[in-house]
């Protein structure tokens, strides 16, 4: 049947998943993916009550999955190294790691401060690695050969793109999980563990409340987008289920551009209307 064959491919029934900031934006519209797909969802964050009341939220919608929320902060080794131990606590297996929590910083080039660097880099770039490191011995514990564990980092069409919006730490932040991502995908390979990122454009997050908080600042946003909207939580959901499902385990050391086509855009053309 149909829908046999489609949960063949997509389906993360019994899997158990850890997803990092996912009270909010990208994090929460993965982990309601997750858990209607049939996965046992860990969700944690810096703000463990929002993580419990998201958690609550997608236990009532009566999927096949369930929730789990609770804090963790990956800002600093500490936090990282409590986030682990909690994790371990709950599981001894984790077939799918999310690494989507994020921090960004926006201000002109000259007002640029020092300290937007190490606090966006301790969490997008460090924090991701560390947690990964950190959770390896669970990840090992759930791969093997036909069904791999899965992590899925969250990159950014501004890591794939030389795409600044005052936010010069952030894009730089995002184009270093993007080369990590290959990284560990060429080493973890072995391990049978697959790692992919996602590189998003723009949707409607706390952490892009600014332009997509409004239907007009949406409506400004989608037009500069080449498909002519902004993401949708099924774009999101659509792209994970593969990675997570049998679909995609043998995908691995992908950048996946979750952006509409901007990161397809290429400016000007060259010789303008003399090649026409």
Partial sequence: MPQDY????FSVASKTALVTGGATGIGRMIAEALVRAGARVLIASRKGEACEAVARELNALGAAGSVEGFAGDVATEAGVLALAAEVKARTSRL????????????ESLERFPHKAWDGVFSVNVAGLFTLTQQLLPLLNEAASDDDPARIVNLGSVMGAQPIGDNAYSYGASKAAVHHLTRILA???AERRITVNA???????????????GDEHKRALVAAGVPLGRIGRPEDI?????????????YTTGAIIPLDGGIGVETGHKIFGEAAE
């Fill in 6 to 9: 489609l949960n063949s491919l």
């Fill in 237 to 249: 959901a659509g792209a994970l289920l593969f990675l997570c499902g049998r679909g995609g385990a």
């Fill in 95 to 106: 077939h799918i790691l999310v690494n989507n929590a994020g921090k960004t910083w926006g």
């Fill in 186 to 188: 060429k080493e973890l």
């Fill in 198 to 212: 996602f590189a998003p454009g723009p949707f409607r997050s706390r952490m892009t409340a600014f332009a997509t």
